[in-house]
């Protein structure tokens, strides 16, 4: 017997309370049952978003919600700056340029984050600049941008800065009122430790101004009017039902560990990992700060890290991730987000040492394993 | 102790066995496991839309795929034609309008569908018309249009056929390839019961031509791009994975009972509840051919419709649909799609002999029970 386990960045496993809560029948989107579930959803993510605004729901993957910020906030011949350091940089670039938008890149070579001050040198360079658009955590390189310097280096333009926060959403910490942050997007399949399926925006004031401006069609995806509905309980179009009431359950666990426990957890768990990774002998793929969602690992000179990832699933049943784009064959990518604790990180250190000696390469068994044990054991 | 019952025209209940099948442990979207299911779902849809073509699913409700079908296949500045018979219908030209296609409505009074050759004739009145749009089943009034005639009417001209299946597909005959419908949408949480929250287009080569010349800027439905990820059985975004997984169950299911056989279970179903009601003395609201996915019934003079819904969930603890729109307070809908059989619809007119006595009407008890059971009756 292998048992299964799920270690990619995404989608991460799901809790059985959960996949359980999930499979009770069926329930309509225009009842008052519903309408209970939603107000409980509603406000509770007002508080995971850390904002008093009204968060968005979408029927979609995290890319739907993506373009959603883009058509309801920006119109045609707009220009935005775009924070590119991975491959979900380069994709709100080509979301941009799909509706006629002109991007600014702002480039970070992948491993490395955009710093604050570039942008607040570009926003002088682009008064234009509608928007600037980031990712928190960018999943394909293992980077997390500093949201809040970046915020303030944005407060002061009028510009708004739409955020990424799929692989960072009850992650990191974000806290978008606070901070000034004027658009988050994120998904279900990450930090929330649900099926995908369900996507999310939540927007200040002045995106809401910028929402009223904006030019580009819109249908499924219009924001306005699905804000009226999510005042009065309810979505635009039949919801995806079961991912809701997953949602009840996760939230419920999130507000019981609490929220800055829950940020602890993730960052202890990616020292873990990383200190494991570099006892190895192995290079992280961040050079600037590294996201608490997942590590991306350089293999080996002379090993290619699909060969990593194949051995992680057939010797032990073990989903980890590769490299997207240019990074396919240099890199590998270990998910340590949402329903995870300490000793699936053991497990995912244990199997990389057998691995790697399954792969030919010198290990010190037990040198992966005891670096983050030692993490583990501080106070 | 009330039973639950979801008799509502959509979301339909999901039988248990899929339920639980959802319940498994989460998969990741680019691994062997997801593409052996992909590979298994692929071929189980072509049959089901009764199409060589490959069917493109994307993760939205029905309207998601409403709009991908218009923003792929049309340009700003393109006229189509609407069959405006309900609440989708509008849906249809609301989209086209959104995206700047001029929409010259063919319009039949609620609970009337619009006929071939009035399509024919709006055909040879607009030769420059780009498109047909037009719903098979119109959830809103009960109606069921006569697919195979338009597609006869259209086939000639320049035009495309777009279907809107979402409350037909696996409930009436519906042959893409056969009839020569070029563009069918459907979505995951009618026949097919399933949660909602995946829709599906499919496209004839007439269709896919069309797609090449559109203009309309599109991203998270480009249409084309998706396809190219189908063709390697697997999704462009994180896919909705546990409806997949779901889906996979249901077309199982669909292919033991065989699609004729699935197509005259509902039509025998919806007889029984038409049967039933007008035993009851109600008028049905579909003035011509009745879809076989529900029944919309006028309610007694008198009678706000709202109450039927409200008085069979608080007495009966069962969930069925009013009016939309300009019908609402007038007509209830009674659903028998997807996981339905004989006796859910003898507990659906029980409970409304019981509904219309406590609402203080007159009923002949069991005469809308034992209409339903003549026609079960018959061979």
């Known amino acids: 017997m292998k048992k299964y386990y799920l270690m990619a960045p995404g989608p991460t496993p799901v809790p059985?309370?959960?996949?359980?809560?999930?499979?009770?029948?069926?329930?309509?989107?225009r009842t008052p049952e519903y309408e209970a579930l939603f107000i409980e959803v509603r406000a509770g993510l007002k508080r995971l978003f850390q904002t008093s605004q009204d968060v968005i729901p979408f029927t979609s993957s995290g890319t739907g919600a993506m373009e959603a910020a883009v058509v309801n906030t920006l119109s045609a011949g707009d220009t935005v700056l775009v924070l590119r350091a991975g491959k979900f940089g380069e994709r709100w670039e080509e979301i941009c340029r799909t509706h006629g938008v002109t991007v600014v890149p702002l480039e970070a070579p992948f491993g490395q984050t955009v710093p604050a001050d570039t942008v607040e040198r570009a926003?002088?360079?682009?008064?234009?600049?509608?928007?600037?658009?980031?990712?928190?955590s960018e999943s394909s390189t293992g980077v997390l941008h500093d949201v809040k310097a970046i915020a303030a280096a944005t407060r002061a333009s009028g510009a708004i800065l739409i955020v990424d926060a799929v692989s960072s959403l009850g992650i990191a910490d974000l806290r978008m009122d606070e901070w000034g942050v004027d658009l988050v997007v994120s998904?279900?399949?990450?930090?929330?430790?649900?099926?995908?399926?369900?996507?999310?925006?939540?927007?200040?004031?002045?995106?809401?101004?910028?929402?009223?401006?904006?030019?580009?069609?819109?249908?499924?995806?219009?924001?306005?009017?699905?804000?009226?509905?999510?005042?009065?309980?309810?979505?635009r179009f039949t919801p995806a039902v079961s991912i809701f009431v997953g949602l009840r359950e996760v939230l419920k666990m999130l507000e019981a560990e609490g929220l800055p426990a829950v940020f602890r957890r993730h960052e202890r768990l990616a020292r873990a990992t990383r200190s494991g990774c570099e006892a190895l002998g192995l290079e992280l793929f961040a050079k600037t700060q590294p996201s608490p969602a997942l590590t991306a690992v350089v293999a080996p000179r002379g090993l290619d890290s699909e060969a990593v990832l194949s051995t992680y699933s057939t010797s032990h049943n073990i989903t980890i991730a590769g490299g997207q784009g240019e990074m396919k064959g240099k890199v590998f990518r270990l998910g340590h987000m949402g329903y995870v604790a300490d000793f699936d990180v053991i497990t995912a250190l244990?199997?990389?040492?057998?691995?790697?000696?399954?792969?030919?390469?010198?290990v010190d068994f037990g040198?992966?394993?005891?670096?983050?044990q030692k993490v583990?054991?501080?106070?």
Not at 123 to 136: C, G
Request: net charge positive.
């Open 16 to 29: 059985s309370n959960v996949l359980l809560a999930m499979a009770q029948p069926m329930i309509h989107h």
């Open 123 to 136: 926003l002088r360079l682009h008064p234009e600049a509608k928007a600037v658009l980031m990712q928190h």
């Open 187 to 235: 998904g279900s399949q990450k930090g929330l430790m649900l099926p995908p399926g369900l996507s999310f925006c939540a927007l200040s004031d002045k995106a809401w101004g910028h929402v009223k401006a904006s030019r580009l069609p819109k249908y499924y995806f219009d924001i306005a009017t699905e804000r009226k509905f999510v005042a009065r309980n309810e979505c």
């Open 350 to 362: 244990a199997a990389l040492e057998q691995v790697l000696h399954e792969l030919g390469q010198p």
């Open 367 to 372: 040198a992966g394993v005891r670096a983050a």
């Open 376 to 379: 583990f054991a501080e106070r």
